[in-house]
């Protein structure tokens, strides 16, 4: 397949990776030339295909695992739209040098930080919001103006073949690619020079890919994941808590990196909490009384293998000695997994231990907050921090004594939507920025740049030869400034 008539391509081949790469170094150099009009028309085009093609983008969503129509809406469409529209809103501001003060001892001198784009870049997208989570970082590398190679995820092909058809109609070659392919394209790529890696995944495949960065010291955005926690005290609105907990967890099946991954809750409201999930559950998935496995609202987990994984944490806990609380059906043939509340959950069973990544929520309760917070801290930092209560002092004391990448309060997720809220992980859970300004400067080099008068300064009393009178005005510098 040749590189200059194609966008994507589904070989394994390194030496057609390369010639891929190849033609996109070429190009960078007049990309990071180009001011910010030309990046803004490329954005235009990418929102008006995603307004042409709405239809499209549910249809490979639905193939894939069979979700909603109406979620990817929210969760692949509005998402990316709104994040060009605010890019498009701010790109000229961005890309303006930035001025910055002048300390005493630098008088006669300017300084400002200017804006360049980094290069190349390596897109690595998942396979949970495959469409929303190439999109995404793809607006912020075209924003800064970076070539790209997106690598779709394998999981879904009906979307990661959308996405190549998608930029071989919109975009040049050696500006955007889609390579498709498989564990062994993804090593590859990763083989490469790339300026800058920006990869959303699992944990273990971010220390993979920094490994490999590091060999050619590239840059890298990591978006992981982990166990993020939902506190439920006993000031919350349990009602409204109900709603939004199960909203987060349900949606995309709880297959997001953000979703609430497990209940602290105090003991004094866990048994009207419960209730409370419950009947939200019943209204968003079963209102017919058919069964959650009927809904058109609900999708399906991705395929067999991670079927597997999430059922097997539902059976282990149970080993455990974890109770089903509420729904716990599951079906191997749809690939379906009931919205299931576990109480009684030891904290060593493999569902308390591992990033659940399903529709599956484990129960504990608190009796202090300071119990709660220690039970958090004793696990890898989280992606996010979601807690529910009415309380401000309660709030701020969470909030200052549990790290996390993010976080909401009363509510969940939608600090993820937000184009000013930066949005990453911290440690285990993610490296660097996402989204609007954030993801804007993640692409670009931030080049400091001072300015200097010409002839006499004053640094250049401090020049050799050091005699008393410079070793003086060191002294000076040194008490003074």
Same mark, same amino acid.
């Given at each position: 397949?040749?590189?200059?008539?194609?966008?994507?391509?589904?070989?394994?081949?390194?030496?057609?990776?390369?010639?891929?790469?190849?033609?996109?170094?070429?190009?960078?150099?007049?990309?990071?030339?180009?001011?910010?009009?030309?990046?803004?028309?490329?954005?235009?085009?990418?929102?008006?295909?995603?307004?042409?093609?709405?239809?499209?983008?549910?249809?490979?969503?639905?193939?894939?695992?069979?979700?909603?129509?109406?979620?990817?809406?929210?969760?692949?469409?509005?998402?990316?739209?709104?994040?060009?529209?605010?890019?498009?809103?701010?790109?000229?501001?961005?890309?303006?040098?930035?001025?910055?003060?002048? *300390?005493?001892?630098?008088?006669?001198?300017?300084?400002?930080?200017?804006?360049? /784009?980094?290069?190349?870049?390596?897109?690595?997208? /998942?396979?949970?919001?495959?469409?929303?989570?190439?999109?995404? *970082?793809?607006?912020?590398?075209?924003?800064?103006?970076?070539?790209?190679?997106?690598? *779709?995820?394998?999981?879904?092909?009906?979307?990661?073949?959308?996405?190549?058809?998608?930029?071989?109609?919109?975009?040049?070659?050696?500006?955007?690619?889609?390579?498709?392919?498989?564990?062994?394209?993804?090593?590859?790529?990763?083989?490469?020079?790339?300026?800058?890696?920006?990869?959303?995944?699992? /944990?273990?495949?971010?220390?993979?890919?920094?490994?490999?960065?590091?060999?050619?010291?590239?840059?890298?955005?990591?978006?992981? @994941?982990?166990?993020?926690?939902?506190?439920?005290?006993?000031?919350?609105?349990?009602?409204?808590?109900?709603?939004?907990?199960?909203? @987060?967890?349900?949606?995309?099946?709880?297959?997001?990196?953000?979703?609430?991954?497990?209940?602290?809750?105090?003991?004094?409201?866990?048994?009207?909490?419960?209730?409370?999930?419950?009947?939200?559950?019943?209204?968003?998935?079963?209102?017919?009384?058919?069964?959650?496995?009927?809904?058109?609202?609900?999708?399906?987990?991705?395929?067999?293998?991670?079927?597997?994984?999430?059922?097997?944490?539902?059976?282990?806990?149970?080993?455990?000695?974890?109770?089903?609380?509420?729904?716990?059906?599951?079906?191997?043939?749809?690939?379906?997994?009931?919205?299931?509340?576990?109480?009684?959950?030891?904290?060593?069973?493999?569902?308390?231990?591992?990033?659940?990544?399903?529709?599956?929520? /484990?129960?504990?309760?608190?009796?202090?907050?300071?119990?709660?917070?220690?039970?958090?801290?004793?696990?890898?930092? *989280?992606?996010?921090?979601?807690?529910?209560?009415?309380?401000?002092?309660?709030?701020?004391?969470?909030?200052?004594?549990?790290?996390? @990448?993010?976080?909401?309060?009363?509510?969940?997720?939608?600090?993820?939507?937000?184009?000013?809220?930066?949005?990453?992980?911290?440690?285990?859970?993610?490296? @660097?920025?996402?989204?609007?300004?954030?993801?804007?400067?993640?692409?670009?080099?931030?080049?400091?740049?001072?300015?200097?008068?010409?002839?006499?300064?004053?640094?250049?009393?401090?020049?050799?030869?050091?005699?008393?009178?410079?070793?003086?005005?060191?002294?000076?510098?040194?008490?003074?400034?």
């Amino acid at each position: 397949m040749n590189p200059t008539t194609s966008a994507s391509t589904s070989t394994n081949d390194a030496t057609f990776i390369g010639q891929v790469f190849a033609r996109q170094q070429a190009r960078a150099e007049a990309l990071r030339k180009e001011g910010w009009e030309p990046r803004a028309a490329r954005l235009r085009k990418l929102s008006h295909w995603l307004e042409e093609n709405r239809a499209a983008i549910q249809q490979a969503l639905y193939a894939d695992f069979r979700k909603p129509a109406a979620e990817t809406d929210v969760t692949e469409i509005w998402s990316s739209q709104m994040e060009i529209k605010h890019t498009l809103r701010h790109l000229k501001q961005w890309t303006q040098p930035t001025k910055v003060g002048t *300390p005493m001892s630098l008088v006669g001198t300017r300084g400002w930080v200017q804006y360049e /784009p980094k290069g190349v870049c390596l897109l690595i997208a /998942p396979w949970n919001y495959p469409f929303y989570l190439a999109i995404d *970082p793809l607006i912020s590398a075209l924003a800064a103006g970076n070539a790209c190679i997106i690598k *779709p995820s394998e999981m879904t092909p009906t979307v990661a073949a959308l996405l190549a058809r998608m930029c071989q109609e919109i975009f040049d070659p050696a500006e955007v690619t889609v390579v498709e392919g498989d564990k062994e394209t993804a090593t590859h790529l990763l083989a490469l020079p790339f300026n800058h890696i920006f990869f959303t995944g699992s /944990p273990q495949v971010g220390k993979i890919v920094m490994r490999a960065a590091a060999e050619h010291l590239t840059s890298v955005t990591l978006e992981l @994941g982990g166990k993020s926690p939902a506190l439920v005290d006993e000031t919350a609105d349990l009602r409204d808590a109900a709603e939004k907990i199960v909203w @987060g967890k349900g949606i995309n099946a709880g297959q997001t990196c953000v979703a609430p991954d497990y209940l602290l809750v105090h003991e004094a409201v866990q048994e009207q909490l419960l209730k409370e999930i419950q009947a939200v559950i019943t209204r968003f998935y079963d209102p017919a009384g058919e069964g959650v496995a009927a809904s058109a609202s609900y999708a399906r987990i991705v395929n067999q293998g991670h079927f597997r994984r999430v059922a097997g944490l539902l059976e282990d806990a149970q080993a455990h000695g974890a109770t089903i609380a509420l729904g716990g059906l599951v079906d191997a043939e749809q690939q379906f997994i009931e919205p299931t509340v576990l109480t009684d959950v030891a904290p060593t069973s493999r569902i308390m231990q591992e990033e659940i990544f399903g529709p599956l929520l /484990p129960v504990r309760t608190f009796r202090t907050l300071m119990g709660a917070v220690d039970e958090v801290n004793a696990r890898p930092r *989280p992606l996010a921090l979601y807690v529910f209560s009415q309380s401000a002092d309660n709030q701020r004391y969470l909030l200052q004594n549990i790290p996390a @990448g993010g976080a909401c309060v009363n509510e969940t997720i939608l600090h993820l939507a937000h184009p000013d809220l930066p949005f990453g992980g911290l440690g285990n859970s993610g490296l @660097g920025r996402a989204h609007g300004h954030a993801g804007f400067l993640s692409f670009s080099n931030e080049k400091s740049v001072l300015k200097q008068r010409v002839g006499r300064t004053a640094m250049k009393a401090l020049y050799p030869p050091y005699t008393a009178q410079v070793k003086k005005m060191v002294g000076w510098l040194l008490r003074f400034f």
